[in-house]
């Protein structure tokens, strides 16, 4: 078991350019969520898998950003034509047969200048 | 809907002093709740969960917390604070109408040798 990863650890992007994320949850972990982390707040949720279906979605979640799952076990995260305000740790966890107790990955701080 | 306060934005002990991290909760039904642990650029380490059944639970690192109805708090203990234990901490709960955690603002402690 190496635990949920995430990929890359931190990222500088400008304004306007697109970013995608990865993660890889812990091995057989069906259900997979991503997570928002602003400064000074706790993780907000964004969106959740299980398997490859996409079941629930954030209302933070806008029209740029986009997630996958396409073979039920890593997962993307993109976000188009960044804004100052998507500077965050998007955050992801995996959880197998009991969706409450999930695991959590290192985060991916990203930051738009 | 649900929602977690943690009154406590920062907090600062001695090493070697107790400590209680306070939680409230508001969920009409009893929740699941957690306590999350996150060192600097970190993810988030689950600490203790409360389910059902004992109203005090224990968890790693010497933590314990105690779920009380009445009160709806879920507050975190431990006996004696040690220099590692600085970190920010989240009270967390689970409602499986919506499938996510629902996080608290977080507690910052530092510890003061």
């Known amino acids: 078991d190496t635990g949920v990863s995430q990929d890359p650890r931190h990222k500088i992007t400008k304004r306007g350019q697109n970013v995608t994320f990865r993660c890889d949850p812990i091995?057989?972990?069906?259900?997979l969520y991503w997570y928002r982390q602003t400064l000074g707040q706790g993780p907000e949720f964004l969106t959740y898998?299980?398997?490859?279906?996409?079941?629930?979605k954030s209302r933070l979640l806008s029209d740029r950003f986009s997630a996958e799952r396409p073979k039920g076990s890593f997962s993307t995260l993109e976000i188009q034509r960044t804004e100052q305000g998507d500077s965050a740790m998007y955050l992801c966890?995996?959880?197998?047969?009991?969706?409450?107790?999930?695991?959590f990955g290192p985060g991916t701080r990203l930051t738009v200048t | 809907a649900q929602s977690v306060t943690q009154p406590d934005i920062h907090i600062t002990v001695s090493e070697g002093a107790s400590l209680e991290l306070r939680c409230n909760y508001s969920?009409?039904?009893?929740?699941?709740l957690f306590w999350y642990v996150q060192s600097p650029g970190q993810g988030l380490q689950l600490l203790l969960k409360?389910?059902?059944?004992?109203?005090l639970v224990q968890g790693i690192k010497g933590f314990e917390a105690e779920f009380k109805r009445s009160q709806s708090s879920f507050n975190l203990r431990k006996p004696s604070v040690h220099w590692s234990d600085a970190a920010e901490y989240f009270c967390?709960?689970?409602?499986?109408?919506?499938?996510?955690?629902?996080f608290g603002t977080g507690t910052r402690l530092q510890v003061t040798l």
């Open positions: 966890a995996s959880t197998s047969g009991s969706p409450y107790e999930q695991y």
């Open positions: 091995s057989e972990h069906n259900r």
């Open positions: 898998f299980q398997n490859e279906a996409q079941l629930e």
């Open positions: 969920y009409g039904a009893t929740p699941y």
């Open positions: 409360y389910f059902s059944g004992d109203t």
């Open positions: 967390a709960v689970y409602t499986g109408t919506a499938s996510k955690l629902t």
